[in-house]
C-alpha cells in the first residue's frame, strides 16, 4: 500500500486543475463540461458512474459494494488505513480487509491503492492525519490540499436531501444527517486553510452576509434558509473582520462593525458576475435564483423600496423610507469599489455617512434600480404564501435574543434544524451565549439541558451532603462532645 505523502511526492498527476464530483443533483449535468481540462476526483459511488483518476471512499462498505466499478474505472483508490464502517472509525486496519474483499488486494498488487490516516481514528505510522467532520467531500478537500492542488471545481457536491437520478437507487443521508449543508462550512474552512481556489463548476449564486461575531448564530441560520430553498449551488460569505479604514471623523463612522463591509463585495467577486448583500438578521422562505432572474436593465445596484415604516418602527427617527439597501443585488463587473478610496471620500468631505449609507451616493441615481419586490425584504413581518425574506431589524426582539420576539415562531424552528444538520455548531451556540449574544436557551439541545440541570442538581445535593457529613463528624469528635456538655448543650 502506498501512504499518501508517498504518493502526492510521485506526482502522479499532471498540472491541470481538479474536479471533485459527488453524487448531488448536479452530477447529471457533468456532460455539459470539457472533464478532459481537469483531473476527475469521484466520491463513493461515482465511479460506478463515470470514469475518475481517483476514487475516494471512507467507509469499506462502498468498496465491497462497488469492487468492479473502482477496478475499472478508476486510477487509484484513496482511502482511510482504518476505514469507517456504519459511518464511524474502527480499529480494524485496510490490509484487515484483502480476504474479505479481493479486490483491495488486486489494487495493492497494481500499485494503485492509496492510503491515509482520518482523523478520530488512532494514526498509524507518522503519516499526517486527513480531517473529515461530517462528510467525506470534506477528506477529500483535506486531501486534495495536501497535495498542494491550487484550483478545484466541483459538481454534484450538493446541499439539500437529494442525489442525482444516476444513484436513485441508493438511500441519501445514510450517516443519519438531515441534509448536506454542514459540508460547506467545512469546505470554506479548508479552502482558507490551503488558499485553494475553489467554486462549483456551475456558476454559483454568491451571497455576501454583512455579520460581526454577535450575529454569527443569526448569519449560520440565513445561510441554512437560503440553501434549503435554493435550486442553485449558493456559496455564502459571512464578511468577518475585513480590513476596513476607520474614518476619521467620529460622526461617519459605521453604525455597527460590518457597516461599511458591502463595499467590498466587487472586489471579494474578483469584479465578475453579481454578488447579492443582505444582512445577518435575516431569514429566507423563497429560492434566490428569483433574485439571479432579474434584469439590471442598465443598473449597477438594484434593491428593495419600502416607504411606509412597518408598525414596529412607526415614531423612530432610525427608520429611513425609500430605497433599502440592507438587500442588494450588485454588478460585480461594472462596480469598482475600493474600500479605501470609499472611506477617503468620508474623510474628504465629499460624502457623508447618511448620503453614503441610505442614498448610495457613489453610484450615479439613474444606476440604482429598486425593482427587487418587496417580499424579498419584508421588515418585521411576515405573510404565509408571499415572504420570501423577513428581516429582523429590531434588535431587542430579534428572536435569537428575546423569548418574547413575535417572530419566535418562525425563526426557532429553522434554528433546531441548522443545529441538527451542523450548520451551527454546539461550541459556537455556546460561546455566544456565555458572551450575552445569544439566549442560553439556544446554546444546548433540550436533551443536553435536562443532562445539564440534573448533573448541576446532583452536584449541589452531593455537596450539600458532604456538608452534613462534616457537621455530623464535627459534632461527633469527642473534644466537642465534652465541650458541649459542659456548656450545656
Same mark, same amino acid.
Not at 457 to 464: C, E, G, K, S, V
Given at each position: ?15 491541470? %486543475?481538479?474536479?471533485?464530483? *459527488? ?18 476526483? *469521484?466520491?463513493?459511488?461515482?465511479? $460506478? ?40 472509525? /474502527? ?5 484487515? &480487509? ?49 497535495? *498542494? ?39 470554506? =474552512? ?7 481556489? &475553489? ?38 460569505? %459571512? ?5 476596513? %479604514? ?15 463591509? /458591502? ?13 447579492? &448583500? ?25 434593491? $428593495? ?39 477617503? *471620500?468620508? =474623510?474628504?468631505?465629499? &460624502? ?34 408571499? $415572504? ?102
Amino acid at each position: 500500500m502506498i501512504e499518501l505523502r508517498e504518493w502526492i511526492a510521485s506526482k502522479p498527476f499532471d498540472e491541470k %486543475p481538479w474536479l471533485l464530483l *459527488g453524487k448531488g443533483p448536479t452530477f447529471a449535468r457533468r456532460g455539459e463540461f470539457p472533464l478532459d481540462e481537469y483531473n476527475l476526483m *469521484g466520491l463513493n459511488d461515482v465511479p $460506478t458512474e463515470q470514469k475518475v483518476d481517483v476514487a475516494h471512499v471512507i467507509d469499506i462498505d462502498v468498496v465491497e459494494k462497488n469492487a468492479e466499478a473502482l477496478r475499472d474505472n478508476a486510477r487509484f483508490l484513496v482511502i482511510a488505513r482504518r476505514p469507517h464502517v456504519d459511518f464511524k472509525p /474502527r480499529e480494524k486496519r485496510l490490509e484487515d &480487509y484483502f480476504d474479505q474483499i479481493p479486490v483491495l488486494r488486486e489494487l495493492d498488487e497494481q500499485g494503485r491503492l492509496v492510503w491515509y490516516n482520518a482523523r478520530g481514528s488512532a494514526p498509524i505510522d507518522d503519516s499526517p492525519e486527513i480531517g473529515v467532520r461530517f462528510f467525506s467531500s470534506e477528506a477529500a478537500m483535506n486531501i486534495l490540499g495536501e497535495m *498542494g492542488v491550487r484550483k478545484v471545481r466541483t459538481l454534484g457536491i450538493d446541499g439539500g436531501t437529494d442525489y442525482s437520478t444516476e444513484f436513485s437507487a441508493l438511500t441519501a443521508l445514510e450517516n443519519e444527517r438531515p441534509t448536506f449543508d454542514a459540508q460547506f462550512r467545512e469546505l470554506e =474552512d479548508i479552502v482558507a486553510k490551503y488558499g485553494i481556489d &475553489y467554486d462549483p463548476i456551475i456558476e454559483p449564486m454568491r451571497v455576501f452576509c454583512g455579520c460581526d461575531e454577535s450575529q454569527l448564530v443569526a448569519a449560520r441560520v440565513l445561510e441554512y434558509s437560503i440553501r434549503k430553498h435554493a435550486s442553485r449551488p449558493v456559496r455564502f460569505y %459571512p464578511m468577518l473582520n475585513l480590513p476596513t %479604514p476607520v474614518p476619521k471623523d467620529q460622526k461617519n463612522r459605521g453604525r455597527t462593525g460590518f457597516s461599511f463591509s /458591502r463595499f467590498h463585495i466587487p472586489k471579494l467577486a474578483g469584479y465578475k458576475g453579481r454578488g447579492l &448583500y443582505v444582512d445577518a438578521d435575516m431569514q429566507v422562505f423563497g429560492d434566490i435564483a428569483e433574485l439571479w432572474e432579474i434584469p439590471f436593465e442598465g443598473a449597477k445596484v438594484m434593491c $428593495t423600496r419600502q416607504d411606509e415604516p412597518p408598525e414596529q418602527w412607526k415614531g423612530s427617527s432610525w427608520f429611513h423610507p425609500g430605497r433599502q439597501l440592507s438587500v442588494m443585488m450588485l454588478d460585480c463587473e461594472r462596480l469598482d469599489w475600493d474600500i479605501d478610496e470609499i472611506v477617503g *471620500g468620508l =474623510d474628504e468631505g465629499r &460624502y457623508d455617512y447618511q448620503q453614503l449609507m441610505f442614498e448610495l451616493c457613489i453610484v450615479d441615481e439613474g444606476e440604482i434600480n429598486d425593482n427587487i419586490p418587496p417580499v424579498w425584504n419584508h421588515l418585521e413581518h411576515y405573510v404565509d404564501g408571499e $415572504t420570501k425574506l423577513l428581516h429582523y431589524t429590531v434588535v431587542p426582539t430579534q428572536p435569537w435574543k428575546n423569548d418574547k420576539s413575535p417572530l419566535k415562531a418562525l425563526w426557532e424552528p429553522e434554528f433546531q434544524e441548522a443545529r441538527a444538520a451542523g450548520v451551527v455548531h454546539p461550541q459556537e451556540a455556546l460561546r455566544l451565549a456565555r458572551r450575552g449574544h445569544i439566549k442560553p436557551s439556544l446554546a444546548l439541545p433540550k436533551e443536553k439541558k435536562v443532562a445539564t440541570a440534573m448533573s448541576l442538581a446532583a452536584a449541589q445535593l452531593r455537596r450539600a451532603m458532604g456538608m452534613a457529613e462534616q457537621r455530623i463528624g464535627f459534632f461527633r469528635n469527642p473534644r466537642v462532645m465534652k465541650l458541649r456538655a459542659r456548656v450545656g448543650l
